[in-house]
T-cell receptor, first 113, second 116 residues
Framework: AQSVAQPEDQVNVAEGNPLTVKCTYS??????LFWYVQYPNRGLQFLLK??????LVKGSYGFEAEFNKSQTSFHLKKPSALVSDSALYFC???????????FGTGTRLQVFP | GAVVSQHPSWVICKSGTSVKIECRSL??????MFWYRQFPKQSLMLMAT?????????EQGVEKDKFLINHASLTLSTLTVTSAHPEDSSFYIC????????????FGPGTRLTVL
């Protein structure tokens, strides 16, 4: 069965420190991987995606993610966190040949000043 | 670019009434639109996928007669919750993808439905 796991319900980090939000996946074939961010009472905003090519993907607002095929991971990172980065982050996977996204359960990022 | 809007942003209705939610792609043609439901502090659950001019494909366990989806044009899809009950109260989010980047879904801001 296809699935996405975000093992941390919440990640706390001080402003200015690097942040990592973890995501692992289980899907057959070569997956398409996505990160979205959701602010309170809002829809999801697209951050970045990995389809193919360079394993390090750069996205919006200074975020990046590294695709690791051997570890089936796609962790989201940012070198220096901002208080405004505090939000709910979702990892999602799409199997090629389908148009459905499978979402992880989300990780709440809290950046403290 | 790639902006998706939803209307209304929130709605309160009485039990037994029907509610229509609109999803529009503002600056692109949406070949495919998706409807999700999100419960408090939970992930998104895909309800159905719709392509312009054809019937929606519903996920297992989603009642198609209760959640009517119409994708009348390349920029508009509607979700109608018929005979709403309190358990239908939720946050409904639509997304859309286009021909240029069919692998990426762009999400609307969501509609908060409260059924009294």
């Amino acid at each position: 069965a296809q699935s996405v796991a975000q093992p941390e319900d919440q990640v706390n980090v001080a402003e200015g420190n690097p942040l990592t939000v973890k995501c692992t996946y289980s899907v057959s074939g070569n997956p398409y991987l996505f990160w979205y961010v959701q602010y309170p009472n809002r829809g999801l905003q697209f951050l970045l995606k990995y389809i193919t090519g360079d394993n390090l993907v750069k996205g919006s607002y200074g975020f990046e993610a590294e695709f690791n095929k051997s570890q089936t991971s796609f962790h989201l990172k940012k070198p220096s966190a901002l208080v405004s980065d505090s939000a709910l982050y979702f990892c999602a996977v799409r199997r090629p040949g389908t148009d459905k996204l499978i979402f992880g359960t989300g990780t709440r990022l809290q950046v403290f000043p | 670019g790639a902006v998706v809007s939803q209307h209304p942003s929130w709605v309160i209705c009485k039990s037994g009434t029907s509610v229509k939610i609109e999803c529009r792609s503002l600056d692109f043609q949406a070949t495919t639109m998706f409807w999700y439901r999100q419960f408090p502090k939970q992930s998104l659950m895909l309800m159905a996928t719709s392509n312009e001019g054809s019937k929606a494909t519903y996920e297992q366990g989603v009642e198609k007669d209760k959640f009517l989806i119409n994708h009348a044009s390349l920029t508009l899809s509607t979700l109608t919750v018929t005979s709403a009950h309190p358990e239908d109260s939720s946050f409904y989010i639509c997304s859309a993808s286009d021909r240029v980047t069919p692998d990426t879904q762009y999400f609307g801001p969501g509609t908060r439905l409260t059924v009294l």
